[in-house]
DNA sequence: GATAAGGGGACCGCAACGGTCCTGTTTCGT
DNA sequence: ACGAAACAGGACCGTTGCGGTCCCCTTATC
């Protein structure tokens, strides 16, 4: 299906949530806001923070902030923080992990593939998909509704 | 990592592996000129069978034939009828698998992000991908070779 | 009628992913 | 100085989907 992995899709909403409000916010206060379960917001913001997309302060009072605005960070930044580089095969540009480059008829066949698809995905920043516009219109009790486990869903930037 | 199943792999492989030599050819045949375990390629040209992008004659001397030509067939398609339909998240465009549409602040979201993918993947046809002549000299970055023991690889068209 | 080939499944092992929890370590507030 | 708050980092399983194989049936040629 060429899904990227639901980490992913968490990992947007808790940027977009740290676009708003404090500047720097705690990864309990981004679960509460956002409706998805604490301990999985603190593993994305773990890996959003290794990978240089927010930046940590520890102890009491610490929390997360951005360390780039929404509109200077590509979805392809998050995806690579995420699930890892941005190659649909195997062998991917450099082939490292591959024996007989010389002699494998596909050896670089889908580079031009991934250069497309990673161009595509740098060209559509958070912001693009944070709120172009007042079309926000549910606010607060939009997690209310989600009582039960929440299958897929549960991406609330609730304010 | 945003990959593709490896079935998409080999359906690249056999497509154009199919592009070559008699018009219609057996699995058998192709298992054997790729490369690929028999049964995979079954496999793998059933689906494709049922996807239309190949036409099936059954019985003996029967074999599998080309609908389009390699150039008409974009990478899209083959994906497409491997992994399903390309979508990044469980909620795409219609969103008919989400209850509370109208209170989901990601709805449609991810929208233009598919739309770019999909563009990128339909540009590019089997025939880029088969064999476009000498044009791909890759500079000097030749890559140190891995010697590795084939771990995904396999993929030969075998002339 | 025998044989060669595709059609359509069922089946199982494995690896990756999602999700949770626990045990440090750091910093701020009192 | 002490304790609480919050991040860091990993360990830990259940589940899922995928890759791969096999079997039996139907169809068409010889
Ligand atoms: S998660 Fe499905 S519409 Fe929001
Ligand atoms: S499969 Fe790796 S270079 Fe061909």
């Given at each position: 299906m060429l899904r990227l992995s639901k980490l992913t899709d968490y990992a947007v909403v808790v940027m977009v949530r740290l676009g708003r409000g404090e500047a720097v916010q705690t990864s309990p206060c981004i679960?509460?806001?956002?409706?998805?379960p604490e301990p999985t917001v603190a593993k994305v913001l773990k890996i959003l923070s290794a990978a240089g997309l927010v930046a940590s302060h520890r102890g009491a009072r610490g929390g997360y902030r951005l360390v780039r605005p929404l509109d200077a960070v590509p979805i392809a930044d998050i995806i690579a923080a995420i699930d890892g580089p941005i190659a649909l095969t195997a062998c991917v540009d450099g082939g490292t992990s591959c024996e007989a480059q010389g002699l494998c008829p596909m050896r670089g066949r889908w580079d031009p593939v991934n250069r497309a698809i990673e161009a595509a995905l740098a060209g559509i920043t958070l912001a693009d998909m944070a709120d172009p516009g007042?079309?926000?219109?549910?606010?607060g009790e939009a997690a209310a509704l989600g009582p039960r486990a929440l299958p897929l869903s549960a991406l609330h930037v609730a304010e």
């Open positions: 679960a509460a806001a956002t409706g998805v007042p079309t926000f219109a549910a606010p």
